[in-house]
């Protein structure tokens, strides 16, 4: 006699296992598929469609802005059952304790959140971060029970070059038998097949050819659709030409907004189908690329995985009825109210005046001065630019009618670490000021602006406030912000409210003239381990030569 399940679910299989589609039946017992198969049922449900659940294969949940119970609450219902997170903001904020709280937060919501352990911890010796992973905590982190990989390994010229450091924290994760994920943006040539020797994926390409050339390398290639990389469709032509096993999708970054208005890594899922990929390739892209790249045991239709499935109206619209985690149908995280672990009151400098923003001239110049820019071009991406500025009572001002703004990054982690100073180009503001402490990767506050009164005024703000975003308009003197008080980084209140509250910051910015996506091109000035020039609190970075270069140009 054939034994009874607590749940049977009825519809058109999405079998990743074999790409195809078929009419089947799910039975469930105790939060497990039990078989793909008729069995006596306390309760049936039907649906068009039956998928697995969704895996992000590569996120950061500091760049939604929200808690990790809050970030599951959002994706949830968008058929998102697991995400691997990459918590390298927290770790550069709070190191190994920070660390640890943002797996603790991930025992308050149904997602389930699989971790990998930040690698490059600072990322470079070039700027101040607020704590350092050394081999030996990451050693120590990879013995967490939901870690599965290393996290992206973004020091490529001391993976190259043999840095101790680096090749101790990859050969810990492989004596564990763990994925060691990539970072290899703008790597190529001699120095690719040698970081692909050690590395097993890579987010970072931006073309066809560069994930081609990784693709033929072996490595897994995963094709991201986030806020501030947006990749998917360039990328999505890669399917034609190599075996779609080795790519999934990712988010990397999504701020909190777009994480409310489209979702997370079922927004990729969505725009890769319309783009004219085949469905089941996508959702196999989804689910089981990636569950095989973390060896994680869900993310597939299989007798004795767990039960976490997309009951769906529509495949090729990923329209979503039913979302189940366990066997749980539609789960969110309980309590709404729930506090978290992270620290507050990271926010660490002393108030700063307008003159403290300044780049002083010495007293053998003209009233003009040549400098360097940084030409911010969209995206996460910089170019290096040349620009002449005019020199006022002993102080180099930026011509804002010719889109050039002063910079600065304020070391904000209670080192006494200085500020860098510099200029930028392309974020289009006319007048006022905009900063944040949410600054990739080291997570200083960074401010740009048209005067440096005013962004003396926003940077003391978002230190009153314990971090976050904040613009001020010299015209009316008003002050727009969003606390993040959570590491500098994050809210605790529910995501609804954030996502309120960065609407009214971004309406606030693009008064004053900001580009679109200017926040989120704010917050990448300060990665000093993507070209071309970057501004740390240390100065101005040439990331080709991988130091830093003075901003008066001799």
Known sequence: MTESVDTLVRGTLVNVHTGTLEDGTVAIDDGEIVALADRPADRVLDAEYVAPGLVDAHMHVESSMVTLPEYGNAVLPGGVTSVVCDPHEIANVLGEAGVRAVVEDAANTPLKARFTVPSSVPASGLQDTGATLDAAAVATLLDLDPVVALGEVMDIPGLVAGDSEVHAKIAAARERGLTVDGHLAGVDGAALHEAARYLDTDHESITLAEARRRAGLGLRVYLREGSSSRNLADLLPLVDGVDTRLLSLCT?????????????????????????????????????????????????????????????????????????????????AADRTGTTNLAADTVQFDPVSGRDLAITATDDVGETVPVRVIDAVGGLQTDSMRATVPVEADALVPPVDEDVLSLAVIERHGR??????????????????????????????????????????????????????????PETAEMASLPLPVAGLMSDEPIEVVAEQYETVEAFVTDLGLVDNGLMELSFLALEVIPTYRLTNNGLVDVGAADHVDVVRQ
């Open 252 to 332: 990397d970054d999504t701020e909190v907004t777009d994480l409310v208005d489209r979702g997370g890594v079922d927004f990729a899922v969505r725009t890769a189908i319309a783009e004219g990929a085949d469905p089941v390739d996508v959702v196999q892209m989804a689910t089981l690329n990636t569950a095989e790249s973390y060896d994680l045991p869900f993310g597939r239709l299989k007798p004795g995985a767990p039960a976490d499935l997309v009951l769906l109206d529509d495949l090729t619209a990923w329209d979503v009825a039913h979302v189940m985690v366990d066997g749980e149908l539609d789960p969110t």
């Open 416 to 473: 006494d670490g200085g500020i860098g100073r510099g200029f930028v180009h392309g974020l289009g503001l006319h007048r006022g000021a905009v900063g944040s402490t949410v600054a990739h990767d080291a997570h200083n506050c960074v401010v740009a602006g048209a005067d440096r009164d005013s962004m003396a005024r926003v940077a003391n703000h978002l230190r009153d406030i314990g971090g976050g975003l904040a613009a001020f308009d």
